[in-house]
């Protein structure tokens, strides 16, 4: 039996516990701090810990590429592999820091991942930490996260948390006090998908409330979110707790309540069960006044320690009490490390320069900011790897004395020089020196979690983490195009957490390979994809659109031409897109069947071939069409992917269940339904867009299905 089927099990422990406390320390059991209450064995417990790629901020863990990174293997499994990963160190080290009595924040079991917001537009600096632009994409690996942390044992391995609830992605600068706009449609079509599928399928025990309003009430005490859809549609039994200090923002920011008092009511009213911050201390004092009762406080300690009751905290069987801290920072989980910033990096182009031959390419010419920095691994909410290989040292490392390596920095991430008493473009001169010395330029720019991430949280050197343009900074785009014209090859490499304007160095480099934060074995994994040790197989998990001008304004929060599955131009590289060193040939689609009623869905069957000389993996992705929709659709969408290996010359036939979701279509007031009319099912290795087409030289296959009335 598990931990689910145990549910009422553990709320009636939770309710034993919590009708033994006073009001009062029932009450200091609803604060992220938690309190201890000696005189019933209950320790002090901090609900406040993060594990987007890797435990963090914790000390010593392994540590994974950034989400985004994740994201862009289209791999469920491995997702499960580090979400499982995860669980056990975070269980280890928790086991060794409650033996010494550490019960400090960043060292619990709760853990505040995985962020399934939609990454809607790529100037939101947070989107790094995210599954990227798709709501199947989101939802399928973020199942994946929360299943694999959780695990299937009689008490829960770790606890995940869905956030941010959930119209969410910036502007960071302003989030303090704005209020997010969106219809029925996009809500239900676009932003609650991932959730529902989190909360109704995956059973992640916690839900995190975002810090802006949306259609006029703060996501932490927001009826239609909150009490219609979580608790009400949805059932949903876990806790809920707000993002950091976001109560805070009801009066300061949002001034619908005008004190703390008032904002504590209204959080514990629409269902806030644990306060991040500083408001929930002065629950009793709203007691006190009459705002709150003594129901609402004791019920809200109830779900968290129904929480700690699954985690096994009061139970002396509990299994991963004895998971020995040595699995922490492990031989294979770094192995399964590396092996993922392998499968992350995304291939955007390839005049045939990669893969490099040490045959041929006897100086190597490394340059960029990013080509020797710990920070372009990392992203943000990272841990502590015992080891960082940048990309300049895995190159190094990679090719020994069989080559020469040249290194510059090159220039400045963002600033116009390198040392306050230089002239501007310090190292301009050295860099074109290396490139001239060298058979080729691995050129590593882009961006780092000091100028992209949470407002802050970060230098905040632009726009509070986000970006103001997709452009990179100025010195940046200074070092590109002088190395490229010494006619050197170049091969450009991209350190960053989103979308770039990259239409000057698609026309005038080599090759590009974009490697998201790659982890702390970053620079390993992209020696081996430049030499050929490795094939590159990611696809990218967002639009690269050609410019800033493509997009909407940012604190719009329409769907309207925004992200692959409404955007009506032209990206420079699509959602979905990404090369290889191999070809491959797709053949025999098959439905089985071509005519369906509503409620059903269909199988569909494909194969795959790897008709080049190499040994890859390839993402089949699954897209369907809406051809004779009465309301707005998306263009595509994506509905099934799978990640596989296939040797040289090797053909496999793959199977996907087309669920029949897939075939609803959502109105204008949000309701889903059956519309009957033709559909469109693609399979390939990319979406059915013509750009995708033009730069593959592939059309995707095509097969119709009809949903009668």
Known sequence: MNYQD???????????????????????????????????????YNWWNEALHGV??????TMFPQAIGLAAMFDEEE??????????????????????????????????????NIFRDPRWGRGQETYGEDPYLTAQLGAAYVKALQGDGPYMKAAACAKHFAVHSGPEAVRHSFDAKVSEQDLWDTYLPAFEKLVCEAGVEAVMGAYNRTNGEP????????????????????????????LRDFYNGHQVTKDVWETAALALHKGCDLNCGDTYPHIMEAYEKGLVTEEEIRTAAVHVMTTRCKLGMFAKDCPYDEIPYEVNDSKVHNEASLRMSRKSAVLLKNDGVLPLSLDTVKTVGVIGPNADSIEALRGNY???????ETNLRGIRDFVGDKARVLYSEGCHLFEDRTSNLARQDDRMSE???????????????????????????????????????????????????????????????LNCGSALDLRWADKHCAAILQVWYSGSHGGQALAELLFGASVPCGKLPVTFYASDDQLPAFEDYSMENRTYRYFHGTPLYPFGYGLSYTTFRYSDLQLSADRIKPGEGVQVQVTVTN????AADEVTELYIKDQ????????????????????????????????????????????????????????GGSQPDPRSEELTGTAVLAAQVLLEG
């Not at 499982?84 to 928790?94: C, F, L, S, T």
């Not at 239609?224 to 806790?239: A, S």
């Not at 199977?655 to 959502?666: T, Y």
């Open 628 to 683: 004779e929709a009465s309301v707005r659709v998306p263009n595509c969408s994506l509905c099934g992917f799978v990640h596989t290996h296939l040797e040289a010359s090797e053909s496999r036939t793959l199977h996907f269940a087309v669920c029949p979701e897939a075939f609803r279509l959502v109105k204008e007031d949000g309701s889903r339904v059956y519309e009957p009319g033709a559909f469109t099912v693609y399979a």
């Open 431 to 493: 860099a074109l020196t290396v490139a001239r010395h060298s058979d080729v330029v691995v050129l590593c720019l882009g961006l780092d979690a000091t100028i992209e991430g949470e407002e802050g949280d970060t230098g905040n050197a632009f726009a509070s983490g986000d970006k103001k343009t997709l452009q990179l900074p100025e010195s940046q785009e200074k070092l590109l195009r002088a190395v490229c014209e010494t006619g050197t090859p170049v091969v450009l490499v």
């Open 219 to 246: 996501c932490c005490a927001q009826t239609e979110l909150m009490q219609d859809t979580l608790y009400g549609k949805w059932h949903f039994k876990g806790h809920f707790v707000s993002d950091a200090w976001a």
């Open 79 to 116: 997702i499960a592999n580090m979400a499982g990963i995860i669980a056990e160190e975070g269980r280890a080290k928790y086991n060794e820091q409650s033996k010494s009595g550490d019960r400090d924040i960043y060292k619990g079991l709760t853990f505040w991942a995985p962020n399934i």
């Open 382 to 388: 990272y841990g502590t790897a015992s080891c960082f």
């Open 6 to 44: 145990r549910q009422q099990e553990f709320e009636k422990q939770a309710q034993a516990l919590v009708s033994k406390m006073t009001l009062e320390e029932a009450a200091s059991q609803i604060f992220f701090d938690s309190a201890p209450i000696e005189r019933l064995d209950i320790p002090a």
């Open 611 to 614: 008709v080049g000389s190499r």
């Open 56 to 61: 963090a901020r914790a000390g010593t863990a």
